[in-house]
Every structure is written in structure tokens, then in C-alpha cells.
């Protein structure tokens, strides 16, 4: 009997982010919380760290209105699970210690709020996310892994400098709608999923999509993917599933690499 998966078969699991069963809020928290400090761990890993700038949010499992986050300075090469904040619809720490940047709450406040679908949001201002984003356009579906982003990417195109205005991060928010990814035009990326798993997944594609494009232009005039190729292919590799699968294998690899993030 044939051990390969089909990938088609899989974007036919159910993508309900309440899909994973555990016996308590309190194992669910602990799991959000464990792939919330490996995803910090691995944008520190690929070079997605830019000084105090980037976090990533993940929904309290109890407290709907809450999220967790890593505290403002802190690298995230160095992020350990115990100083992950936790944050109230007010903006207010009301567990764990140090700074909450501010940029994260006025964009994932609004985000969280807006979208009850999303458990976590990751934004960072990696080299080729921002660089690509200076260009005030979408991705075009050049590359099997651009389809994961086909029709389900946005543009926010308004640059007024960094986000500590609460309507600033609401027109994000808007601008984002039901899509699991937006550019923000002179800013960077921002990624959102039912999972920190497939939020930190659509981040490092996404970035590696730009990357690509950015290369690719720089060669001559790319090829797009037809339409119809594109949306069969972003069946495959643009679920939640697919990017909760794909994350699995960089979470094990860095867990076993830097072990005291758990500590």
C-alpha cells in the first residue's frame, strides 16, 4: 500500500480553527503559546527581525478579546515563552512583564477585533516584504507558491508613518478584509490564519513569494500562471491545513535546535 499523501485530499479536511481537541483551556493555551514562541524563534532564525519593529499575536483561547505577544525590545532570537505578554481589548498588560509596543496593539487589536476567524497575525519588516512593498502592487501568481496568495491578498496603499493611531489600524484591518494576507505599501507584510502555524507559514512564503518576484523582475518579464491554473493551485497549497502542514516541519526543526525557548 502506497504511503503518499495527496495534497489535494487534504485541502478537503475541515479548516475549523477548533479542529485540534484538547482536555483543557489550559493545554490550549500552552500550545499557542509553545508555537507562538517557536515562530518568534524562527523569523529571528530567517533574518526577519529589524530592531524593536515586528510581532506576532495569538487570540487567548479563554478570553476571546485577549491575545498574547512578545514584549516590546525584546529579540526575537531570544524570546522565551515566559515573557510573552498578555493583552486586553484596552491595550492593557494584565499578565506577564515589560512594554507593549504599540504599533501591535493599534494593528492587531483592530485585526482581532474585526476578525473573529483569525487566532493569530504576524507582521515583521523583513528585507524583501518591504522591499516589495515600496512598489504599491500585488503579487502576480508567477510560482506555484505565489498561487497560495491568489485572490487572497490585499494592498493597504496609504503610508502615514508607524501605526499608534487606533483609525490608522482600523483602515488596516479593512483594508486586510476576509483575505489571509496584506501588502502594506512602504511597510512590510502582514499574514493572518486560524492558527499561529499557518500565520508564521503564509509570513515566510509570502516573503520568499516577494523575494521571487523581485529577482524574477529584475531578470526580464515573468510568466504569469493562467487563471484557472492559479486558483486549482491555490486549492492545494492555500489552506489552512496546507499551512499548518507546512509549518510543522520548521517547528520541529527549531524546537530541537533551541530548546530553551520553553524555559
Known amino acids: 500500500m502506497s504511503n503518499t499523501v495527496n495534497p489535494i485530499v487534504m485541502t478537503q479536511h475541515n479548516d475549523n480553527p477548533q479542529s485540534d481537541s484538547f482536555q483543557s483551556i489550559t493545554a490550549e493555551r500552552l500550545h499557542r503559546k509553545q508555537r507562538l514562541t517557536a515562530a518568534f524563534r524562527l523569523f529571528g532564525k530567517l533574518g526577519f527581525d529589524e530592531g524593536a519593529a515586528g510581532h506576532i499575536t495569538v487570540r487567548d483561547p479563554e478570553h476571546h478579546d485577549h491575545f498574547w505577544v512578545n514584549p516590546f525590545g525584546v529579540s526575537f532570537k531570544r524570546i522565551k515563552m515566559s515573557q510573552l505578554i498578555l493583552v486586553n481589548d484596552r491595550g492593557e498588560v494584565v499578565e506577564g512583564e515589560g512594554l507593549l509596543n504599540g504599533a501591535a496593539f493599534t494593528i492587531h487589536g483592530n485585526i482581532h477585533a474585526a476578525r473573529p476567524d483569525v487566532i493569530a497575525a504576524a507582521h515583521a519588516h523583513s528585507v524583501h516584504g518591504k522591499s516589495w512593498s515600496t512598489l504599491g502592487k500585488k ?36 483594508a486586510l478584509g476576509q483575505n489571509k494576507a496584506c501588502i502594506l505599501q ?31 523582475e529584475a531578470a526580464g518579464t515573468p510568466r504569469l500562471i493562467r487563471p484557472d491554473i492559479a486558483q486549482l493551485t491555490y486549492k492545494t497549497v492555500g489552506s489552512e491545513t496546507a499551512g499548518k502542514f507546512a509549518f510543522q516541519s520548521l517547528y520541529d526543526v527549531i524546537i530541537s535546535e533551541q530548546s530553551d525557548m520553553f524555559d
Open 139 to 174: 503579487l502576480d501568481p508567477i510560482t506555484q507558491d505565489a498561487c497560495a496568495f491568489y485572490e487572497d491578498h490585499a494592498l493597504f496603499d496609504d503610508f502615514t508613518g508607524v501605526v499608534l493611531d487606533m483609525n490608522e489600524g482600523k483602515r488596516i484591518a479593512a
Open 186 to 216: 512602504n511597510h512590510g507584510l502582514l499574514t493572518v490564519a486560524a492558527s499561529v502555524d499557518a500565520a508564521a507559514w503564509w509570513f515566510i512564503t509570502m516573503e520568499r513569494s516577494c523575494q521571487a518576484q523581485l529577482l524574477a
